[in-house]
Structures are given as C-alpha cells and as structure tokens.
C-alpha cells in the first residue's frame, strides 16, 4: 500500500507540473482578454536601431530614445519624437553610444542621458580598466538641443525629474583598476550640477522618487558579463544619503516601480545587465524594502515595468531571443505573457498611455537590426499568454526544464528548439 501510495502521489505530482505548464504557456487565463496589437513602428537609423526609453507625451505623442549606431560616428545616442499616429516628427542625434534613459523635466522640455565606452560597439570587449564618459542633455518641443554637458568618467544609467525643473541622474563612476563607485547627482534646470553622493561597489540601473520626498536605487554589484552577482535596492534622504538598503542575492536588478500599497516592485535577471543571460525574477516588497513575494516566471530578463491601472503591472523583457511583455497582477500572481517570436529581438522599455501599452525595443528583421515600437491595447483582467512557436532551451528558462522534465516522465517527446 505505501508503495502505491507514493507512485499515486508522485503521478498526481507530474500531472499538476505538466497541468501548470500548460495552463501558463499554453491555455493561458480562461477568464483574461488576450492584450491585442494596436500597432507596430520600427526604425532603422543606423547598422543598428534600438529604443531604451519612452516618453509620454500630452497630444497622445511620445519621445523615444535609444541608439543608431553608425560606424565611426560619434552621435549614436539617438531621439525621436512621434505625433499620435505614430508619424516622426523630428530626430535629433546626441554625442554618445546611447540614451537609456529620458523624462519629461519641464513645460516642452524634455532631458536625457547618454553613455559611450569603448566597449559599446566592440567586436571583443576587453574589461580591463574600462573607462567611460556620459552627456545630460535637453531639448525643447522642436527636438532643439537646450544644453549639453559632460559627465567625466561617468555611465549615466536614469534620470528622474525635480519639481523646480532639474533632474536626478544615477548611473556609476569607472575608477582605476576595474574599481568603481555608483553615483546620485543633482543637477539644475540649466544643467548645473548641485551635489554627488557615491556608493562604493555598486551600479545603479533604476531611479524613482520615494513618497519621503527622497529617492530610491536599484542595481547590481558588478557592470561586467560572466561575473557573478548580487542586486539590491537602497531608499535616500533628499540629499542622497543612504537610509536603508536591501540585497538580493544572485538577482541583478534592473527597474524599480512604487505600487499603490505604498511598497516596491523590482526585478531583473539572476545575470548581469551586459550578460544577456540568465532568468528572469521580480519581487514585491513592503516600504522599507522588506519581500512579501517573488517569482522567477520564465524568460532571460525583464529591463522595465509599469502599472497598468486596475490590473497589476506589465514589464518588457527578453524570452529566449525574442521580446515579450509579461503581465502580473497587483499581488504578483496571474501571469500572462506575450512574446514576439515573429523575429529576434528585445524589449526593453514600456510605458501605460491611456489604454494603450507601449513598448520598445529592437527586432532583427531580415538582416537589419531596427528600432521596434509596439502597441497593445490594456487588458481587462489577467492576459492569457501567447505560445511562442520556438521555445528556449532549458538552460535559458527554468520553465522549459521542468516542461522537459514532465515531458519524459509521462514518455512524451518534446524538442526544443532555438533559432
């Protein structure tokens, strides 16, 4: 009796693993409204067109920016502004490899970051007392060019508006020796800089502004591929002083969003940003940093997020070699998940305007790499999730293992393939 009691239990336990990767992947949310495309834009300004940031605009518009990389150039930091349908009205091109980060910082104003190192474009990176500089800058309505203003030895990272018209900007300082530091400055309307705080050891990828009137980082401890990692995230004072920091061990963070509780959504990648690799996690916390919940829901790396009002929150990823938005509810639970397996690609920014969910990114179509902006249209309830027609090999997505897993014990065959 024992003995059929144990296979009976571990029968019923395959079935839920086969149950429950087929309900996420496949069948999706029998009561959610699937997130249907509204559009589709893509850019190609360059041998390679990616989009970091988007900007909502009030006409229904938006500024996006991102990177056109032409050999040789220096100007690769690149920013477009489109009209409601999505029409260019204007492009303006900015010293540096590329702009992760901009906000809207005044009335017709908007500011940004660039970077540039000599890794950017690369073909075999050594990292090897990398040294780098990053560019504040803002333009006006018309895409004119406001100021400019160097940030030696600096990798800006983002950048988050001040009510008197300046800006935040976080990123970290190369040093000697593969040293570095992570950085908060404050910089006035004309781009004058007020103040810096350092952290030693640590990279910031996300800003936001805490409900204390101080401000809140996330990020990681190493700005190198293939080096293991830890992420964390760290509430200031409004001067940039350290009031409490959380590490998360083994998970780079890369964006950072307040949720209405009053708490914090962050996730990332158990790799670090420039690895590409890695799996995808997040992680709900209270207002002092504290977890209440986290998942690892699939994929290689989510690099933003978002609210999406009356529905939880969406963020724009990679799955596999493919772009995806993934979507959660309030409490983290009922993911659903879309990827672009049409072509490779990458999410890497996304934005709530209205009732429309906007993301962007790159997709690899044909042989040239183009700047992707997308449109899907809000759901109501959780979004059922699409099937790629390719899926990533275990080592990529912890769920591809276990599908693998339940696949054999049931004598199934399942192949996985990648492009």
Known sequence: MRGLSIRRMATAAWAVCLICFVSVHAAGFADG?????????????????????????????????????????????????????????????ITGDAIPAAVASGDGVYSGVTYHTSLTYAANPVYDNVTGTSTLFSVNEEGEILFSVELDTARASDICAVPDGGVMVTGWLWGTGNEYAGFLSKYTADGTRAWTVTYPGLIPHALIAAP?????????????????????????????????????????????????????????????????????????????????????????????????????????????????????????????????????????????????????????????????????????????????TTLPSPTQTPGCAAAVCCAGIFGAVLLLRRR
């Not at 605009?57 to 930091?77: F, K, P, V």
């Not at 996304?350 to 790499?369: C, F, K, N």
């Open 212 to 388: 204390d009137g101080g401000w809140v980082l996330a990020g990681e401890t190493t700005p190198f591929p293939e080096t293991p990692t830890d992420g964390w995230m760290m509430s200031t004072g409004s001067d940039g002083t350290e009031i409490w920091r959380r590490v998360f061990p083994g998970e780079a963070a890369f964006t950072l969003l307040t949720t209405p509780s009053g708490g914090y959504l962050v996730g990332g990648s158990t790799a670090s940003l420039t690895s590409y690799t890695g799996f995808a996690w997040f992680m709900l916390t209270d207002e002092t940093g504290a977890g209440i919940s986290s998942s690892r829901p699939g994929g290689v790396a989510v690099y933003e997020c978002a609210e999406v009002p009356g529905t939880g929150y969406v963020f724009a990823g990679k799955w596999s070699n493919s772009g995806m938005l993934l979507f959660v509810g309030y409490d983290g639970n009922d993911p659903g998940m879309i990827v672009r397996d049409e072509a490779d690609g990458r999410l890497n920014t996304v934005m709530v305007a209205g009732d429309t969910i906007v993301a962007g990114g790159w997709e690899r179509i044909a042989s040239s790499v183009k700047g992707s902006i997308v449109g899907y249209s809000v759901p109501e309830g959780p979004a059922p999730t699409t099937v790629p």
């Open 33 to 93: 409204a699937l997130p249907e495309e509204q559009f589709s834009r893509t850019l190609h300004a360059g041998t390679y067109t990616d989009f970091h940031t988007l900007v909502p605009r009030a006409d229904g518009g938006l500024i996006a920016g991102g990177l056109a990389y032409t050999s040789g150039g220096s100007d690769n930091g690149i920013l477009v502004r489109y009209d409601a349908d999505g029409k260019a009205v204007w492009e303006q091109r």
